[in-house]
């Protein structure tokens, strides 16, 4: 099993900068993507970003390319979201999560962290 705990969000005005953390425990070596995922009221939960675990390759939706940053530190065991130019529409629960492939369903989750944005 792994445990994930996401943190780090909070309340930012617009173009405003936050950086989310998710700390990994337990069985890691079975790690092999982290994806950030979020969730705004009445929508349905998105992936935003993604990197590989141990190459680091990365994804990003379209709609924080360029805004949004991810990175990992194996040594810590955390992976960070960096988050630039906010604006009202990244207003959402946070999640990270984490899946045993490269592809496919994500298997185990953190508990979410809110970001407000106001403009």
């Known amino acids: 099993q792994v445990q994930l705990v996401d943190s780090g969000g909070g309340l930012v005005q617009a173009g405003g900068s936050l950086r989310l953390s998710c700390a990994a425990s337990?069985?890691?070596?079975?790690?092999?993507?982290v994806g950030w995922f979020r969730q705004a009221p009445g929508k349905e939960r998105q992936l935003v970003a993604s990197i590989g675990w141990i190459y680091g390759n990365t994804y990003y939706s379209t709609s924080v390319k360029g805004r949004f940053s991810i990175s990992r530190d194996n040594a810590k065991n955390t992976v960070y979201l960096q988050m630039t130019s906010l604006n009202a529409e990244d207003t959402a629960v946070y999640f990270c999560a984490a899946r045993k492939g490269s592809l496919g369903e994500f298997d185990y989750w953190g508990q979410g962290t809110q970001v407000t944005v106001s403009s």
């Open positions: 337990g069985r890691r070596s079975s790690i092999y993507t």
